[in-house]
């Protein structure tokens, strides 16, 4: 059985993972504000310094597998900056710190959680997801804050992405044996997208978010996709960024979005609205 890490790991999509993966009698090591095994605060790098040591004692050192769950939403009034350090530096830094934990499993794999919204929304700031990829934590986080929580999180979440696909096919991981891999979700049923704190103006665009398949994702679909990403039917997946969105991508990605197009809660709507 492997030892599997999983932040975000205390609801949602990392909640339901964790009981998918416990069932199959792994042990996981939860990485949360709170509720869980390891208690960090992912926005600051002290908070991802303090969650890899932890990690690193409760795993003896060696980690079969890293899903970085964490992140936060678009939908209510957290700062944009605050978003960006959480769901693209809380991402890569903790995966970078527990490497050599990794590369200690003999064949590990790292899945991250992206986001359909990377293809599926307009007006995404390419200067942030420049900073980001550069590891310009402080001009990431200025430009996050400037451009607010709405473009913000396609922005973390593309970012985070494109460095799968880069890191993923060097050799200081796939030649020590760690597969990077990412899932893109659409609109799946968790506090992200149903919780207390989210704007009521904001939450108005979901009501037209066009998915196909005619219904919200369950966490436990995308925990699914998780488990087989980080088992040995997945072995020749490198650097793959899968897509879970009940055919949003597949509807809404036929056409270019204007690049400068950085719409109001309103536009949106109304953008979406139509093409149902």
Known sequence: MATYVITGAASGIGAAS?????SGGHTVIGVDLAHTDVTADLSTPGGRTAAADAVSEASGGVVDGLVCCAGLGSLSHVPGGRLVAVNYFGAVELVTALKPALERAGGASVVVISSSSTTTQPGIP??????????????????????????????????????IRREAVRPEWIGNGIRLNAIAPGMIDTPMTSGDDLDPELAKALDFYPVPLGRRGRPDEIAALVEFLLGPGST?????????????????????????????????????????
């Open 18 to 22: 964790r009981r998918t993966l416990e």
């Open 126 to 163: 390419e200067n942030l997801v420049t900073a980001c990829l550069d590891g310009d934590e402080t001009e990431a986080v200025r430009i996050g804050d400037q451009v607010t929580a709405i473009p913000a999180y396609p922005a973390s979440k593309l970012a985070l992405a494109w460095w």
């Open 236 to 276: 020749l997946f490198c650097g793959s960024v899968v897509f879970a969105d009940g055919g949003t991508d597949a509807q809404l990605r036929q056409q270019d979005w204007p690049a400068a197009w950085n719409p109001t809660p309103e536009e949106l709507t109304r953008h979406f609205q139509a093409k149902t």
